[in-house]
């Protein structure tokens, strides 16, 4: 990714707290489960936290009541001083689209628009930029996952691995504060993962907080700090600092350990 097409910073609102996101007594439940039960979490600006834990553990459903998808139980999700959950749902979008760049497990397109179309829209919507200037970022984000060919090619005539880079390039398109990313190198080979994780690792440089699900050790080590959730509460709370290569097994030890020591 160039210098010119990444160099703008992500801006929030100054705060004398280094947190950007804060969780407080944080609960959902579905009828009797109990899937957040009280979670108390401050994520600071420019952090990149990998979520983890067994099967319903609760990582997806506190991934999306943090970036505003789906409305908590109880408690509040504050991005600076905002309490998200006072918000109705015109102003939650308008903040999301603001602030927030989101990948899904599996992307959503609109079927009537080609891949390009997809991935700009939401920088059209938001107006920050010239229609030019969003449109030549959308193609350089392509281009940075390797599907730059794929730009005028129908939803339906990509594989699913090849829509999960356009969805990615669509989270990064208004150069969000804060990217939430749900298992987004689940459906992907080895070599295309490691190209996703590159391009987190070159966003995150630059000051974009990054919170993302994975089940994989290999991908939370790329991460500064790891959570380790277990029937909807924090168990382990893991600081690993700024990824190093030459690092990467170490790292994977102590990522490792930390999960072992919540499946026993």
Do not use: W
Request: glycine share 8%.
């Amino acid at each position: 990714m160039t210098d010119a097409a990444t160099a703008r910073s992500p801006h929030l609102p100054a705060q004398s707290s280094p947190a950007v996101l804060r969780a407080r007594n944080l609960s959902k439940h579905y009828g009797d489960a109990r899937v957040l039960d009280g979670l108390d979490l401050d994520i600071d600006r420019g952090q990149f936290v990998a979520v983890m834990g067994p099967s319903g553990s609760g990582k997806s459903t506190f991934l999306h009541c943090l970036s505003g998808m789906t409305r908590p139980s109880g408690g509040s999700v504050l991005l600076r001083d905002t309490d998200l959950t006072a918000l109705d749902e015109r102003a939650l979008a308008a903040l999301r689209l603001e602030h927030f760049g989101l990948v899904f497990q599996q992307p959503h397109f609109m079927s009537t628009l080609c891949l390009l179309d997809n991935v700009l829209l939401p920088g059209f919507l938001s107006r920050r930029r010239p229609r030019e200037e969003v449109t030549a970022r959308g193609r350089m984000l392509l281009e940075r996952m390797g599907i730059a060919d794929l730009a005028d090619a129908d939803v339906t005539e990509v594989s699913g691995g090849q829509l999960q880079r356009a969805g990615i390039c669509r989270a990064l398109i208004n150069e969000a504060a804060v990217l939430f990313a749900d298992e987004p190198t689940g459906a992907l080979n080895s070599a295309t993962a490691a190209r996703i994780l590159d391009v987190f690792g070159e966003i995150h440089v630059r000051g974009t907080t990054i919170v993302m699900v994975t089940h994989d050790a290999k991908v939370a080590l790329r991460a500064d700090r790891v959570l380790v959730l277990v029937d909807g509460g924090v168990e382990e709370d893991l600081l690993l600092g700024h990824y190093r290569e030459d690092q990467s097994a170490e790292r994977l030890v102590r990522v490792s350990a930390a999960l072992n020591r919540q499946s026993v």
